[in-house]
């Protein structure tokens, strides 16, 4: 938790202590979270306007960030990675075309609509339970506005239970989850944590809103992540079988029977060599071309994504990691635009 975070939290603290109202509190908080997802709901419904206006996009990323940290189990730097990765998408060291040619400076290619306010949500003393609805229902509020869809920047990886959840509830179902990591974050309650970032597909899984879980890319699993992946069927892809894996890796149809397709992909899936911005450094993981290659093949309709754990406080090899995380972000609006 960061420290700005510690003093809201202790001076609401000091104010229950001192019989303030917690009817006052919580309607005070109330005001807060309604102001955050006016705001959500106002970008959206601009960014919706101005695609729609323009004609012709049947799908159009938008980018959410969900600057959240304090779910790690080990680093928080996760919080300050949107505005990172939104600068080194647009810092002009490279041009505004991805690989397969589509040009982001087209606002139906790509279009964002800000950040939810975590840290000034948590600073009014509202609880995960809470701030995981507002997640979900800023999620809910950019699909309202068709065609956009949510591209979500973390943050760690506890924010893809809120957005899975709010893309399955949106849409009436379950979605196939193709998720790239070095962990497969299906512990059931970490640390006991429910909203752990080691936790999340657990979640996912137990509320329903996937039908198939796709982990890629794993390199770090205990024997509680194995049993936990054999109670929910996931179909676990471990870094030491890649080479056998990579022909059936690279040719995956998705989303058949069910709502669409969601794509989340953890930085620390590639090897640090790669990617060395990541909390949890993990040697031995895909290279940035075996994710291209099965983004690019992957057969079947994005309907949201999300791309977490890039920490810019371990990114000192001059914005590194920033730019690899641009770049799968970039790649990815190439999937979910048409």
């Known amino acids: ?64 960030g969900v600057p959240l940290g304090h779910n790690s189990s080990f680093l928080q730097g ?10 080194a998408i647009w810092c002009g060291s490279t041009n505004s075309s ?8 087209d606002p139906r290619v ?17 609880d995960d339970d809470r701030l995981m609805n507002v997640i979900s229902e800023s999620v809910k509020l950019v699909m309202e506005e068709a065609p956009l869809r949510p591209l979500v920047l973390g943050g760690d990886h506890s924010i893809s239970y809120p957005v899975v959840r709010a893309v399955s509830e949106k849409l009436g179902g379950p979605v196939d989850i193709l998720h ?33 879980l796709l982990q890629v890319g794993i390199r770090s699993i205990t024997t509680e992540g194995r049993e936990q992946g054999k109670k929910f069927g996931v179909e676990q892809y471990e870094m030491r079988t890649f080479s056998r894996d990579r022909e059936y890796l690279e040719s995956l149809k998705l989303g058949e ?16 060599a790669f990617a ?47 730019m690899v995380a641009a770049k799968l972000v970039r790649e990815l609006t190439a999937k979910i635009a048409k």
């Not at 996760?78 to 600068?87: G, M, T, V």
């Not at 709502?259 to 930085?267: A, E, L, N, T």
């Open 1 to 64: 938790m960061s420290g700005i975070a510690r003093k809201g939290i202790h001076y609401l603290q000091r104010l229950n202590a001192s019989n303030v109202s917690t009817a006052m509190l919580e309607k005070g908080q109330n005001r807060v979270i309604e102001a955050s997802l006016t705001l959500i709901r106002e970008r959206a419904k601009l960014k919706g306007e101005l695609v729609r206006a323009l004609g012709g996009a049947i799908a159009c990323p938008s980018l959410l």
């Open 78 to 87: 996760p919080a300050f990675a949107p505005p990172r990765i939104r600068e």
């Open 98 to 105: 991805t690989e397969e040619g589509k040009v982001l400076e």
């Open 110 to 126: 790509l279009t964002d609509v800000g950040d939810v306010p975590v840290q000034e949500i948590r600073d009014c003393g509202v």
């Open 180 to 212: 790239l990591d070095a962990h497969p974050d299906i512990y059931h309650c970490f640390e006991g944590n429910k909203y752990s970032h080691a936790s999340s597909f657990a979640r996912i899984m137990e509320g329903g809103y996937a039908r198939r």
């Open 257 to 272: 029977g069910v709502k669409g397709v969601y794509v989340s992909i953890d930085v620390d899936c590639l090897d640090p």
């Open 276 to 322: 060395p911005g990541v909390s949890h450094i993990e040697p031995g993981g895909l290279s940035f071309r075996d994710v291209l290659n099965i983004l690019h093949n992957l057969q079947g309709d994005i309907v949201a994504a999300d791309v977490v754990e890039f920490n810019p406080q371990r990114d000192t090899v001059d914005g590194m990691t920033a």
